[in-house]
């Protein structure tokens, strides 16, 4: 299966609230990076984390790493409608075939 | 700074034909990578360029090729098109190459549909 992979697939929340997403990857890193995409658009870069970070914050967002688990997650606090969007993790494998590799996305919706 | 430019947009192209997207990197970035988006495959990488070298490649049949200028841009082609080639082709460009762990950073992307 494609390393980095986010769950859920589909999160739909009140405006307002905390939405967290979830991505799983399964070979060394040395980074582990945040897009976001809205429809039909190009991805937007929203953080990077590095393999000997823990946390991250830049604004509302909040994006975790433990390596030991091979799993990160990005929570976007006090969600607002303009926060509609698809989210991708990406991770750069080192290991064999070098390519970057993205999860399949968790379509997050806002509703007012 | 200007973003990544990608051109053209949106583009028609007939089975069997082939295809020719540009990217025009950040300025002073040197990697450029490709990426193609679909539905059923999500994101998948294409190749990378740095310094006009290709450095990684993803596992993309010989009909999808690219190639780096000496100014960093970087077109690639994608020759006897078939109609699962229709998809966004993103382009992504970076100050060092993937591997460095630089922030990526994406253009629009160029829609291709195959009819």
């Known amino acids: 299966s494609q390393q980095g992979e986010e769950d859920p697939q589909a999160l739909s929340i009140q405006e307002g609230e905390n939405a967290t997403m979830n991505c799983s990857y399964k070979t060394s890193i040395n980074n582990l990076q945040w897009y976001r995409q809205n429809s039909g658009r190009g991805l937007v870069h929203l953080i990077l984390?590095?393999?000997?970070?823990r946390e991250k914050h830049s604004g509302r967002l909040r994006v975790t790493l433990d390596t030991s688990k091979k799993s990160s997650s990005l929570l976007i606090t006090a969600s607002r409608a303009a926060d509609t969007a698809s989210y991708f993790c990406?991770?750069?494998?080192?290991?064999?075939?070098?390519?970057?590799?993205f999860g399949q996305g968790t379509r997050l919706t806002i509703n007012p | 700074k200007a973003g990544v430019t990608q051109t053209p947009r949106y583009l028609i192209k007939t089975r069997g034909q082939q295809v020719t997207l540009s990217c025009s990197p950040i300025s002073g970035h040197r990697s450029v990578s490709w990426y193609q988006q679909t539905p059923g495959q999500g994101l998948q990488f294409l190749f990378e360029y740095f310094s006009e070298t290709q450095r990684n490649k993803g596992n993309f049949p010989g009909r999808f090729s690219g190639r780096q200028f000496s100014n960093s841009r970087s077109e690639m082609n994608v020759s006897t098109l078939e109609l699962g080639d229709s998809a966004l082709y993103l382009c992504?460009?970076?100050?060092?190459?993937?591997?460095?762990?630089?922030?990526?950073?994406f253009g629009e992307g160029s829609w291709l549909t195959v009819v």
């Open positions: 990406a991770t750069f494998r080192i290991q064999g075939a070098q390519k970057l590799v």
């Open positions: 984390i590095r393999s000997n970070e």
């Open positions: 992504a460009s970076s100050l060092g190459p993937l591997s460095t762990g630089n922030t990526i950073y």
